[in-house]
């Protein structure tokens, strides 16, 4: 496992850093001064062409590797997702561990339930924000095609890791409108009021996040809820759940928030 790691890594560390002013660096912008990972600062579409362009172990034409190692081994699918899943809990550069969330993209979601105890075990290294949402992307598939999975972000929501509170939210919808079976707003307003006074700003964002597109989806239940909230939402959270709606409803919100 270790050459495949070493060969990801390879390649990533090849393309140019960008340079950058210092609050728009990887560490700061996308790791809040506080990840444990190095960042190289390589623009991301670089990192997306290196992985479309494959590996000897990957390939993103075919469902099976045609290519073979020294060995004459021939990559299943699954043995692929083994490789990226040492990838991801091995290296220790942000741009290299995108290379196995944009693998995990490629599973359908059925793929993606069958292997959710290696996928969710990904949880457990996320210490930024860019990671946590390409998790979120995957989860929220997940739960759209297996309900049963909430009992896993019932538990991260009261979790003392912060980015487990914050997938709680953001890994419900992620984008709603890529949602075919979106839980109910009676389901998810409960995870929401848990995280409404949590102090981490991350979280936050997370409930904005989740308070926006809720309302995409259930806008004659979210409104009223917003309006007996608006004193309550975290200013980090305030213009995520908001952002979506008009003028006139924006104002009507503040008028609530500010008496």
């Not at 020294?70 to 550069?93: A, C, G, M």
Request: aromatic fraction near 14%.
């Amino acid at each position: 496992m270790e050459k495949y790691l070493l060969e990801a890594e390879r390649v990533i560390r090849s393309i140019s850093s960008v340079d950058k002013p210092e609050k728009w660096k990887a560490k700061n912008y996308v790791g809040g001064g506080k990840s444990r990972l190095e960042f190289l600062d390589i623009k991301i579409p670089e990192v997306r062409k290196a992985f479309n362009q494959g590996f000897s172990f990957y390939h993103p034409n075919t469902r099976k590797i045609e290519k073979k190692t020294q060995r004459s081994e021939v990559f299943t699918h699954s043995q692929v997702l083994k490789i990226f899943d040492y990838i991801w809990k091995n290296s220790r550069y942000f741009e290299v561990m995108l290379l196995s969330l944009y693998f995990a993209a490629t599973l359908t979601a059925k793929e993606k339930v069958k292997n959710k105890k290696l996928l969710f075990s990904w949880l457990n290294k996320i210490d930024n924000w860019a990671h946590s949402d390409e998790l979120s992307n995957q989860f929220a598939q997940m739960l759209d095609e297996d309900k049963s999975l909430i009992r896993f972000y019932k538990k991260w929501n009261s979790s003392s890791n912060p980015w487990e509170r914050r997938q709680s939210i953001v890994g419900i919808l992620y984008y709603s409108r890529s949602r075919k079976k979106p839980l109910s707003w009676s389901a998810i307003t409960p995870m929401i009021e848990n995280l409404l006074a949590d102090e981490d700003y991350y979280v936050q964002k997370g409930v904005g996040w989740c308070l926006r597109e809720s309302y995409n989806l259930y806008p004659e239940k979210v409104f009223p809820y917003l309006i007996r909230k608006a004193k309550k939402i975290h200013p980090a959270a305030w213009t995520a759940s908001t952002e979506k709606l008009s003028k006139g409803d924006k104002a009507t919100l503040l008028r609530y928030r500010k008496n």
